[in-house]
Structures are given as C-alpha cells and as structure tokens.
C-alpha cells in the first residue's frame, strides 16, 4: 500500500508563492505516476499538474502553466509543486495522487489508486 503525506500549504498574498511536497512510501518511487490535483469549495477536484516516471515530461493544467513547476527527486521518494504568482482563485485544497499508469489526461482523479489527505492553500487578495 502506498501511502502519500503533503505538506506546504498555508496563507499567502496574492503574487507570492508556495512549494508544496508529497512524501512517498510503501513502493518505490520511481514505479509511480504522481500529480497534484485540487479542489476549491463547492467545486470538483481539478487536475492541477503531474509528471512522468522518470520525471522528464511533465504535464499542466492550462490554468496553472507558466505560473507552477511540478518536480520529484526519485532518491527521497518525494514530489513537489512549486507555485508562483498565486491567485485568489488558486485557493483550494490541494491533493497528491500517485498511480502506476500515467493519468496526466485526467480530468478530475477518477480511477487514481493513491492519495493524499490533502494541504490547504489560501491565497488572499
């Protein structure tokens, strides 16, 4: 079993940034597919960015690109978003998810084997 923990969320003003992480456990690393999704009140969860086994291709969400930078560093089994320029309408709860099979096409998470309990980013104007 796969177990994924984030951490990095917080407050930040509007233009300010965040870095996110995701901690693996369970397998190893470098078998998974991981992304971030998110989901803001009374929405669906969103695909937000994801990035390939060997961390070569990665993936956005149109909303997000030029503005985030998704990485993982296989040797400490660990994820990372790196979020700049942040806007009201970035607020959300943010996921990790983890899967053997790439799911950088979809849209809200369904079918994704592993998660994370989720951060909270709040971002004030």
């Known amino acids: 079993q796969v177990q994924l923990v984030e951490s990095g969320g917080g407050l930040v003003q509007a233009g300010g940034s965040l870095r996110l992480s995701c901690a693996a456990s369970?397998?190893?690393?470098?078998?998974?597919?991981p992304g971030w999704f998110r989901q803001a009140p009374g929405k669906e969860r969103d695909f937000v960015a994801a990035?390939?086994?060997?961390?070569?291709?990665?993936y956005y969400a149109d909303s997000v690109k030029g503005r985030f930078t998704i990485s993982r560093d296989n040797a400490k089994s660990t994820v990372y978003l790196q979020m700049n320029n942040l806007k009201p309408e970035d607020t959300a709860v943010y996921y990790c998810?983890?899967?053997?099979?790439?799911?950088?096409?979809?849209?809200?998470?369904?079918?994704?084997?592993?998660w994370g309990k989720g951060t909270l980013v709040t971002v004030s104007s």
């Open positions: 369970g397998r190893p690393f470098s078998d998974l597919f």
């Open positions: 998810a983890a899967d053997r099979s790439q799911f950088y096409n979809s849209r809200h998470g369904n079918g994704i084997n592993y």
């Open positions: 990035i390939s086994w060997s961390g070569v291709n990665t």
